[in-house]
């Protein structure tokens, strides 16, 4: 796919502090969070509104929310006693920006469709040299020629995941329009801490452990190497899709499978290679006991499935949906304490021999969120070029969804082929 420049001018960068004076702690980061040290970046476009400083306002409302997530104001550093990665709680800020760009939104690309220009509308130069300087949270309001505007945001995955990073912008938005916390986030995660003594009670194939990892694992692929595309599902076809799989199952095990299959295929790798799908399992309600409400950490777990290239190539609909849901099973209360004293001896990373990882986006409906200029017109992340990750994002249309993915172009053609076989 080819970037676009959309000629967007930056103003200067400033630190966004809390709006009180929050107290200095170490911040505990599970060993979850260990593994989550990169930037997520997401993109919300917004129509024309009558405020003409919507900079100002979020920018206001950015500062008091960092007084209840006041570990997102913070910077990460390494305990060296502990060999362990924990949130400097120092009060230094967010990072933030103003924008504009000549173009309406009519005159961009389809904002449905996650494009490596959408990067242009979020903070990419930090001026740092090293980690620990380095904001969490960043921010940039970008507006149009149009009066509308667009908020882009990246945050490291440390900060929390999906369902807490969609709590995040209820309560901007909440403060934005004046209001109270619209989600009181519970920030606390020592309830993810490993047990002692440890007890590691089942194999964990969704992680690698770190004296197993290759020297050199894959890396995103060149865009200009790689063909980028979004396929429709729609209702009806989620529906017929189901329907094929002759078993009880939800539309995203249905369509998890195929598109585990479809990717297998696509791929034409050995009939012996093993390919192993990773998927997010959330365990809020899962552990024992729950975890509070409004979690603002990382509690999504990889739930997996295996098999090789031949028998996933080779089996109906069924056995690959039988294999998703075992994998959703599998995650209990026991098996995620095992998994995080797993980590603690390990210290691995998510599964590197893996064909496939699955992320349903679709389900945190970020559009639904009421601003005080609206909801967004779209909301989702930027593009990403690993070949091994799909997206499920929000159709704005129906009950269906569009399946966004990067692939050769000569794989690319088959995974199409292949994934609207059963149709």
């Known amino acids: 796919m080819e970037e676009i ?12 502090r809390p709006a009180e004076v929050t107290q200095r702690r170490p911040f505990f980061l599970s060993n979850f969070d260990q593994n989550l040290v990169f930037t997520v970046e997401t993109i919300h476009f917004f129509g024309c509104n009558g405020e ?28 060296s006693e502990q060999g362990r990665l924990e949130i400097d709680c120092n009060g230094e800020g967010a ?12 005159q961009l690309p389809d904002i449905a ?32 020629k149009c009066g509308g505007f667009a908020l ?13 990073a969609l709590d995040l912008m209820k309560n901007l938005a909440a403060i934005a329009k004046g209001q109270g916390l619209a989600v009181q986030p519970e920030t606390d995660r020592t309830c ?33 190497k790689l063909s980028f595309n979004l396929f429709p599902i729609s209702a009806q076809m989620l529906s017929r899709l189901k329907g094929s799989a002759q078993r009880a199952c939800s539309s995203f095990e ?48 990889p739930g997996y499935a295996r098999a090789t290239a ?46 496939i990882v699955v992320s349903p986006w679709k389900k945190l409906a970020f559009e639904e969120v009421e601003y005080p200029w609206g909801k967004p017109l779209y909301s989702g992340p930027i593009i990403n070029s690993w070949i091994d990750f799909l997206l499920l994002l929000p159709n704005g249309k129906d009950d269906g969804l569009n399946v966004f993915i990067a692939l050769e172009e000569q794989q690319m053609n088959k995974f199409r082929s292949c994934l609207y076989h059963s149709y």
């Open 95 to 106: 990072l933030f920006a103003s924008a504009s760009c000549d173009l309406t939104i009519d």
């Open 310 to 355: 031949g028998e996933l190539r080779g089996a109906e609909l069924s056995w690959c949906v039988q294999q998703v849901q075992e994998g959703i099973a599998r995650v209990t209360d026991e098996y995620i304490r095992s998994a995080i004293d797993w980590l603690e001896v390990y210290k691995g990373v998510f599964c590197v021999d893996r064909s």
């Open 113 to 144: 469709y996650p494009n490596p220009a959408f990067a242009q509308f979020i903070l990419q130069e930090y001026g740092v040299s090293s980690l620990q300087d380095l904001p969490l949270l960043f921010l940039q309001v970008t507006r149009f």
């Open 192 to 224: 993810l801490k490993a047990r002692s003594p440890l007890k590691i009670t089942h194999t964990h194939l969704e992680f690698t452990k770190s004296s197993e990892i290759p020297p050199t694992i894959t890396t995103p692929l060149p865009t200009s």
């Open 254 to 301: 249905a369509l998890t499978a195929h598109l585990w299959r479809a990717h297998t295929v696509a791929l034409d790798s050995p009939p012996d290679k093993m390919s192993t799908l990773l998927f997010a399992v959330d365990v809020r309600a899962k552990m024992i006991p729950a975890l509070p409400k409004g979690f603002a950490g990382n509690a999504i777990f």
């Open 5 to 16: 420049d959309l000629n967007v001018k930056v103003g200067k960068p400033f630190l966004v």
């Open 52 to 79: 003409e400083d919507v900079a100002q306002t979020v920018e206001r409302a950015l500062s008091k929310l960092l007084v209840p997530y006041d570990y997102m104001a913070g910077r990460l550093k390494l305990n």
């Open 152 to 164: 882009g945001l990246g945050t490291n995955h440390v900060l929390l995941d999906g369902i807490a």
